[in-house]
Structure formats: C-alpha cells, structure tokens
C-alpha cells in the first residue's frame, strides 16, 4: 500500500505534526484530528417510532449508547407514539437498536430496511 506523508496542525498556535502511513490510516488520522480540532464528523441517522418512555427517560438511555436523540415529534393528544430521529456512529446506532428496537441484523443497511427508511436521510 503506497505511504502518504500529512502534516496536520494539532492547534492554530503549535507546530505541525507530521505522520507517516497508509492512505486509509491517513483519512482516519485526519478525521481524528479534525475532531480534536473541533470539526464536525458526519453521523448517521435512524428514525423510529417510540412509545412508552418520557423523552427525558429515552435521552437517558441512548447516551449509554453514545447515541443522541436529535429530533422528537410531539406524540397524539392522547400520548401516542413518538417519531424520534436518533445520530451516531453506524455501529453505536446497530447497539441502541439490538437492545431496544428488537432489531437482530448487523448491517446499517439491514437495521434502515427494518425501520423503513430505505431511500431516506
């Protein structure tokens, strides 16, 4: 695999950092770096159906997932279901649903086939 040399500025007020290795190893150090350095990483999206649990109960339970909850539409006047948007990582968002969504694949594609979202976000 061919080497690629980055130079990458750990802050705006220190020297570069220069790392040597694969290209693929190159891209993850320069998202890891991007995050360190306050950059936005893309994340993935499931929406879902949820009854049964307060809002502020269902942020609670995600965050052992490292999964956020990052939109809720208001349930029926009679406390219906709610449609929630939830953001992470692919295999963050495979964990939450194993464990709450009874979702038994393991592919991102596989647990969006399930929700029916195919050709969505």
């Known amino acids: 695999m061919a080497s690629a040399v980055i130079q990458l500025a750990a802050d705006i007020n220190s020297s570069p950092i220069t790392a040597s290795c ?6 993850e150090l320069a998202k890891t770096n991007k995050m360190k350095m306050g950059g936005k990483m893309t994340k ?3 929406i879902s159906d949820i009854s049964n649990i307060s809002i502020r109960k269902l942020k609670e339970e995600v965050k052992k997932f ?3 909850v990052v939109n809720v539409s208001p349930g029926n006047m009679n406390g219906g279901e709610y449609e929630v948007t939830f953001s992470g990582k692919k295999s963050d968002l ?3 649903a194993h464990a709450h969504l ?3 694949g393991n592919t991102f594609n596989e647990l969006r086939e399930m929700l029916n979202m195919e050709g969505t976000i």
């Open 66 to 68: 490292s999964v956020e």
């Open 102 to 104: 009874g979702f038994d």
């Open 94 to 96: 495979i964990s939450y």
């Open 44 to 46: 993935a999206k499931i």
């Open 22 to 27: 694969s290209r693929l190893a190159a891209d």
